[in-house]
């Protein structure tokens, strides 16, 4: 990786690229910083940290949210719109075929329907939080009335997300690699620095602290290494092409493979059940602040923990039927004259395909589980605190590896595409 970055800074179009997208990033941290008028920086953050699941959201952009910040909420509510969106072309056939086969113009529309979501979301979350907050979070120095004042913050942090939401979009266009995933791949990292660096703070204070952290830093180690095995590893069904002559010339013949990756849905299931398990707890937040949420189901507790397991195990096979159709992919294969060594094409191939698939599937969910679990358990039993356990969470650990694989792959192909000289040289 770090090769390519060398060879790319040589090119001046692809170190265009990268230069800009390093000011889209760096306009977007200041952002993170830049207080919103009308915020009670203290009385915020202690929200915020106490949040549970806020702490998360927090964490993701960068503690953007316990700054109080204008791009307080990050592109969360454009990813939460996102995935909604998925789901609806999934249970609705109009957007479904506009998905598929409406071309450029459907893949507009699309946007133009999630951005509107992103919208709605972003502003619902922004009433959330300034109502589940109560008016002690609120500024009224300037302007005594909090109704005014909790209008405003709603306004501002609405605009923020939609100003983040075209920030990422800019860094999709004219940069390199997909926007939104790299201002969440720089949240999280800039959380994990502020929590090292508190940290080894600690440790400076506490020499004894020093085996902590190193138990810290070589399970952190570990499980970055074992996402990456994880997320690049695949199983290969074997696909034989036979030969046909048509005209004078001869086709197939060739041997290819059916990758069906370990984890192909990705952070997905992680998002999904997150959201679902957190979603009485915003509510309770919002409708009485001053309930206590029940332990066993607060983040951490044991009924949570199973819950978020089993909805992990749900979803995984869920997005896994929605990414890959094994009818589709045996009826290709017949059409084109492959078929797969010892298995009959048509219907036996499709059955085939269905049982690797729910096999691979069960061992990333499996894989999914233990990352969204395990972390935090870890990170807490060696004493990091809750600022690094909410560094590095399952969904941050998983998103900064998938992002980073996901650059490389994008600057080895702007270096390739700039590199082939072609055939007539």
Not at 39 to 58: E, K
Request: proline residues 4%; charged residues 10%; hydrophobic residues 55%.
């Amino acid at each position: 990786m770090f090769k390519n970055i060398i060879e790319a800074f040589k090119i001046k179009e692809v170190r265009r690229k990268i230069w800009l997208t390093l000011a889209i990033l760096l306009v977007y941290r200041i952002g993170c910083w830049i207080p919103t008028p009308g915020i009670a920086l203290g009385t915020f953050a202690g929200n915020v940290q106490d949040g549970g699941f806020l702490s998360i959201i927090s964490g993701v952009s960068g503690n953007a949210l316990a700054n109080g910040a204008l791009l307080a909420l990050g592109v969360l509510p454009y990813i939460n719109a996102s995935i909604i969106m998925q789901l609806l072309t999934i249970a609705i056939p109009r957007l479904e075929r506009l998905a598929r086969h409406g071309g450029e113009e459907g893949r507009k529309k699309i946007t133009f329907y999630t951005r509107i979501a992103a919208l709605v979301l972003a502003l619902a979350q922004s009433i959330g939080i300034v109502v589940s907050f109560g008016a002690a979070s609120l500024d009224t120095s300037a302007i005594a009335n909090p109704l005014i004042v909790g209008i405003m913050v709603v306004l501002v942090l609405t605009a923020g997300a939609m100003f983040t939401v075209w920030l990422g979009e800019k860094i999709t266009a004219i940069g390199i690699g997909n926007g939104q995933s790299l201002l969440i791949f720089v949240g999280i990292l800039s959380t994990a620095a502020q929590a090292i660096s508190t940290a080894v703070v600690d440790v400076a204070n506490d020499i004894d602290r020093i085996w902590t952290f190193g138990v810290f830093l070589a399970a952190v180690v570990v499980i970055f290494g074992f996402i990456v095995l994880i997320d690049l590893a695949e199983r290969r069904v074997p696909v034989q092409y036979a030969k046909q002559i048509k005209g004078r010339k001869m086709y197939g013949g060739q041997s290819t493979f059916i990758p069906i990756k370990v984890n192909s849905s990705g952070v997905m299931p992680i998002i999904f059940a997150m959201a679902i398990i957190s979603f009485p707890q915003l509510i309770v937040s919002m409708v009485s602040p001053t309930t206590a949420y029940p332990s066993y189901l607060a983040m951490g507790g044991w009924l949570y923990t199973i819950i978020v397991a089993v909805l992990i195990l749900f979803f995984s096979y869920f997005y896994s039927q929605a990414t890959f159709n094994p009818v589709d992919v045996s009826r290709r294969i017949q059409q084109n004259g492959g078929f797969i060594p010892g298995i009959r094409a048509g219907a036996p191939t499709a059955e085939y395909l269905t049982k690797i698939s729910r096999r691979v599937t069960l061992f990333g969910a499996i894989f999914l589980a233990i990352i969204a679990l395990v972390p935090a358990l870890v990170f807490g039993f060696v004493g990091g605190g809750s600022s690094i356990v909410n560094a590095f969470s399952a969904t941050g650990l998983i998103i900064v590896v998938s992002v980073a694989l996901e650059f490389n792959k994008q600057l080895e192909a702007q270096l390739l595409m700039r590199n082939y000289k072609g055939f007539l040289k």
